[in-house]
């Protein structure tokens, strides 16, 4: 309905049904994509139900700790955390070290989630501080510092283990003498915790307590919501300015947004490579935060809001997709290497798409206000 | 210098969380324990290979395995203490006589050979445990490349 006066949209319009399903088509156009292309491709792969259900049972209690650790930032309005890739690289060195050790199993784990803490913190840290100097800019910062931390991650595993930090065992480190192998096997901690209580349901393995793990960082993630900080870093999420008018630290509460998230995507990375059973030392953290981030906006979330629901439909969907690309590929080309193409140019695609999408509604939602405010005024001055 | 009760809650977390990860270290060592059924000998003693043994270890998820004379199996263990469930057999045709024996492996040690007939014959841990240890290959120095190609293609 337009005012007579103006020309505008009056905004208490009622909405009619059919204009409903396409505001729920245009919010949720990446998942709805995905649901499209996994109904195509799964008939295509002719995967079975079972083998279907055991993949993505595998693959959410592998990945949902992860994709996990992107909420808090996300709610510090911090947007997508591609730092957590720091995380990860702290996560491999407490394994890489655990590994020689020779410590097995759980306690394996939890020593190098404890070994990670620390360097996490520190790099978290880091992070923090470096996206305090780029604020609105944090999401290209923090993937252009992967890279440079990455170089330094490389130097130490490639040049500093064997010299100054003592590795012993030959199957870790290099035959020169120095530097860890490509591959680090995790064979006596493989599967730990997935097996520690595990049930099967029709063939299908739950992994019962690493579910237990992911639901009790959900329930910390409600919980801190509600708390002191949580609230805090919604506020500095919202708008910084009216978060540091009401006292709030705005750089402090962003640094600890960024070393949670840090923490967690170490702990994270550990329970990922505790279920894949061994560690790419070079490249296993390299592409961990595209996908995480991919797998995040496929389940509906934004750069600027995200759910916990956001993570498991986002998980399920965008593994989905992984697990019958290629078989849908051979089918439709004879070609599975189509299919691996296409799930790592759909990663970054969907990636693309949701920043645009991002972008555009940021663009109408300011234009929108925009226009609101020349109307308001309009109406002022006639008014006088 | 007065230390804030904010300050000791810190250290008391970082104290705690520094014993567990001693905890961790003690609990979770992992041994390999390499039996033998060979014939031992040490100081002018000899200890005969057994005909059969079954073994298992308590607590291992490996299945019982069965040695005859001069063979060898391995069992992975986690912690120092291990215990072996044995079932012996001296001569083909013989009786089964089972033997349930408790045996501290040194932290250090990440494999350790015990000699099963040594350790049947109620012999004191020198004599039945020895070290295991691997010798590095050392003519592949040039064998691994190192690859740090982030962009390679990978599942996930």
Not at chain 1, 97 to 117: E, H, K, R, T
Not at chain 1, 170 to 187: D, E
Not at chain 1, 235 to 243: K, L, R, S
Not at chain 2, 121 to 138: C, K, L, R, Y
Request: positive net charge.
């Amino acid at each position: 309905m337009k005012n007579r006066k103006t020309g505008y949209e009056a905004p208490l319009e009622k909405i009619s049904p059919a204009r409903k399903v396409l505001g729920f088509a245009r919010d949720n156009t990446v998942p709805l994509m995905f649901i499209l292309i996994c109904a195509i491709c799964i008939p295509l792969s002719g995967f079975s139900v079972n083998y279907l259900l055991a993949e993505i049972v595998t693959r959410i209690s592998r990945n949902s700790f992860l994709i996990l650790s992107l909420l808090i930032p996300i709610m510090a309005g911090m947007g997508l955390n591609f730092g957590m890739t720091l995380g990860a690289m702290a996560g491999e060195i407490g394994l890489i070290l655990v590994s020689d050790w020779q410590i097995w199993g759980i306690p394996g784990m939890v020593l190098a989630m404890i070994i990670s803490i620390p360097i996490s913190i520190g790099l978290g840290v880091l992070c923090g501080k470096i996206m305090n100097m780029a604020k609105g800019r944090e999401m290209i910062t923090g993937y252009i510092m992967n890279y440079f931390i990455n170089g330094i991650y490389q130097l130490i595993v490639l040049y500093a283990m064997g010299v100054v930090i003592p590795i012993i065992h030959s199957s870790i480190i290099l035959p020169r003498g120095y530097g860890i192998r490509n591959t680090v096997s995790l064979l006596a901690m493989r599967q730990s915790l997935d097996n520690l209580i595990a049930i099967r349901i029709n063939g299908v393995k739950i992994p019962v307590m690493t579910f237990v793990v992911i639901a009790l960082l959900c329930l910390f993630i409600v919980w801190f919501r509600k708390t002191k900080l949580g609230q805090d870093m919604r506020a500095v999420g919202q708008d910084m300015e009216v978060a540091r008018a009401a006292g709030i630290n705005v750089e402090r509460t962003r640094i600890i947004s960024i070393v949670i998230s840090t923490v967690l995507a170490g702990f994270g990375m550990i329970i990922y490579l505790q279920n894949m059973g061994n560690l790419s030392t070079y490249t296993a953290h390299s592409q961990i935060g595209m996908f995480c981030i991919a797998a995040l906006l496929v389940g509906g979330a934004s750069v600027d809001r995200a759910t916990i629901g956001n993570v498991f439909l986002g998980v399920t969907l965008f593994h989905l997709m992984f697990i019958v690309a290629p078989s849908a590929g051979t089918a439709l080309m004879g070609d599975s290497m189509i299919g691996e193409y296409f799930r790592v140019f759909v990663s970054y695609a969907v990636i693309t798409l949701a920043l645009i999408m991002y972008e555009t509604k940021k663009r109408k939602a300011s234009s929108k206000a925009g226009r609101e405010l020349a109307l308001a005024q309009k109406l002022e001055e006639e008014n006088k | 210098m007065k230390i804030s009760r904010t300050m000791w809650f810190r250290i008391a977390a970082v104290a705690f969380i520094l014993l567990i990860a001693g905890l961790m270290m003690i609990i979770g060592r992992g041994h390999t324990i390499y039996l033998d059924d060979k014939t031992l000998e040490k100081d002018g003693k000899t200890w005969q290979a057994l005909y059969r043994i079954d073994a298992s270890v308590a607590g291992s998820t490996q299945e019982p395995q069965t040695l005859y004379a001069r063979e060898r199996v391995l069992f992975t263990v986690m912690g120092q203490k291990a215990t072996l469930h044995l079932q012996y057999m001296e001569a083909k045709g013989g009786d089964k006589v089972p033997v349930d024996v408790s045996i501290r492996i040194p932290y250090g040690m990440d494999g350790v050979i015990v000699n099963l007939p040594a350790l049947l014959a109620g012999e004191s841990q020198d004599v039945f445990m020895s070290e295991f240890i691997t010798v590095p290959d050392v003519g592949d120095t040039s064998a691994e490349v190192v690859v740090t190609d982030e962009f390679a293609v990978t599942d996930i």
